[in-house]
């Protein structure tokens, strides 16, 4: 992302250099927080209602899992005293079974969640893509920059202008 935003702040004073020496007028660029769009689009409340669905389901289900965990356990603990040794070995067996089988389904939770996540923002993200793209056709922009994570910590206004609300304008309507 550092590398990008570099990029991009060099093309800019190639651009701005360039205009200048060949007498014509500054160019003109757009400028917005992409992430803060994103959150601010009616579908993105949806979205993340339906993830938090999602995410306390496979949370419920990792819980019962841990509590028959621990049931297991707190037996092999009270009986493990009177077990035979081949008892108290496949007891133990049991345990770092369902122990594995844990960790894997937290694992494949995690990645199911970041899947669907990606899944669910992708029309979104398709939406404020093409968004910015027609706001910069319509108003005849060089780029539009995004300003996440402090990319650009100086923007000209003379040479810039904030299109946040115009490409929120397209996207609610």
Request: hydrophobic share 40%; net charge negative.
């Amino acid at each position: 992302m550092k590398r990008l935003a570099t990029i991009l702040i060099a093309l800019c004073a190639v651009l701005a250099v360039s205009a200048q020496q060949d007498g014509a007028s500054a160019f003109r660029f757009g400028y917005l927080s992409y992430d803060s769009v994103l959150r601010s689009t009616s579908e993105y409340a949806i979205v993340e209602a339906n993830l938090a669905t999602l995410t306390a389901q496979y949370e419920a289900e990792a819980q019962r899992a841990q509590q028959e965990f621990n049931t297991k356990y707190e037996q092999f603990l009270d009986g493990q005293r009177d077990f035979p040794q081949t008892i108290l070995e496949k007891r133990q067996t049991e345990l770092q079974e369902i122990m594995e089988k844990n960790v894997a389904f937290k694992e494949e939770s995690k990645r199911l969640l970041e899947t669907a996540e990606q899944e669910a923002m992708a029309p979104l993200r398709a939406a404020l893509n093409a968004a910015i793209r027609q706001v910069g056709a319509e108003r005849g922009y060089a780029f539009i920059i995004n300003t996440d994570q402090n990319a650009c910590p100086f923007i000209s206004p003379q040479q810039g202008e904030d299109v946040t609300q115009a490409v929120l304008d397209i996207i609610n309507h």
